[in-house]
């Protein structure tokens, strides 16, 4: 019996999915969760009582093990998770000196773009290199609200999926990668939408965003798709972890300091919670998402038109967010003034 290339991505992301999902069932119930990891609200989070932070628990072991099943030529990406997973873990226990977190994460994008060189000048791969390093650090940035960066994932890795498996350039173990990556987001998704019951933590969101570089590059290099194709994918993550970056490297703030600046943030505080603002992110990834697959195989022109199109819309959206959030704060202020007055 004949089975379909989809119905089978379809099979992989379903069995990672659920297998994802009872690991972090067993987490949960047997109290060890907890004891892993757990996220203390603090005057910078978002959330109002403890939390498990185990996400990556469930989605990095039944990624990783996909990857080296399904797309063994991945091996080097499947090693690089399982470093950043385990090195992560600590900083999520106990906290690690920014120099050790960053240092490793060279060290897992320095040995891929070494190992499996791209054919570009060195500064080309100097820069693609330093994009995926951003890549790491903005999905831990942006895994501040429920739902958001699961969400992210299933639609990014699952546009990844798509492109490698029906794409005009396919290559299967790609797509089965990426696959299982979408399925275990969706997993992890059944205990982080909101009220999330667990978050993604360093120990996921690290690694994720790692995945999402990784798999990205190794597209590129093998012809997949274009260079624009992973960042527009992820496009919603990247402008708004960009975006906030600048805004406060203007102001001279310490940018690796916790704050809660960034546009989901801003949405979540001014009233559209959690739950509304996960879900009008999830319309966005899935725009984005869709325009990209869809403009593979397009001419150049037209493909860069549309990349260009879609950094408008997204300024456009930003701008929009900005006024709300203005518009929220000025009574808020009153009230802290009138609050204040003898």
């Known amino acids: ?41 603090n ?90 390093l951003w890549l790491v650090n903005l999905y831990n940035f942006m895994d501040g609200s429920d739902g958001l960066a699961g969400g992210m994932a299933l639609f990014g890795f699952g546009g990844y999926a798509l492109a490698a498996l029906a794409g005009p350039h396919p290559l299967p173990a790609l797509g089965w990668a990426a696959a299982a990556i979408a399925g275990s987001a969706a997993g992890f998704l059944l205990f982080n939408f909101h009220p999330a019951k667990v978050f993604l933590g360093d120990a ?27 960042a527009l994918v ?10 906030t970056l600048l805004k406060r490297l203007a102001r001279g703030e310490k940018f690796w300091q916790a704050h809660r600046e960034h546009y989901y943030q801003r949405m979540v505080r001014s009233g559209t919670g959690h739950a509304a603002t996960a879900l009008i992110w999830y319309v966005v990834m899935g725009l984005g998402t869709a325009l990209a697959v869809w403009s593979l195989g397009r001419s150049p022109a037209l493909q860069w038109a549309i990349v260009g199109a879609w950094v408008a819309i997204l300024v456009v959206m930003g701008l929009a967010i900005d006024v709300r959030w ?3 704060q000025s009574p808020a202020r009153q009230r802290e003034v009138n609050a204040d007055a003898p």
């Open 1 to 41: 019996m004949h089975v379909s290339i989809p119905a089978v991505a379809v099979l992989i992301a379903l069995v990672c999915a659920s297998l994802c999902a009872a690991i972090l069932a067993v987490l949960l119930k047997s109290g060890l969760a907890w004891r892993l990891a757990t996220d203390i609200p």
């Open 234 to 243: 992820f496009s919603p993550f990247i402008a708004d972890a960009s975006a």
């Open 43 to 132: 005057d910078r989070s978002l959330h109002v009582r403890p939390t498990p932070r185990v996400g990556g628990w469930g989605m990095m072991p039944v990624a990783v093990a996909a990857i080296l099943l399904l797309a063994p030529s991945l091996w080097l990406i499947a090693l690089g998770t399982l470093l950043l997973m385990g090195i992560s873990q600590i900083d999520d226990r106990r906290g690690l000196p920014a120099r050790v977190r960053f240092a490793a994460h060279f060290v897992a994008v320095g040995a891929l773009v070494l190992v499996y060189p791209a054919p570009v000048p060195w500064w080309c791969a100097a820069v693609v290199a330093f994009l995926m």
């Open 326 to 328: 203005r518009s929220f």
């Open 204 to 230: 996921g969101s690290i690694p994720t965003g790692f995945l999402a570089g990784a798999l990205g590059y190794w597209g590129w290099r093998t012809g997949v798709w274009a260079i624009w194709f992973p």
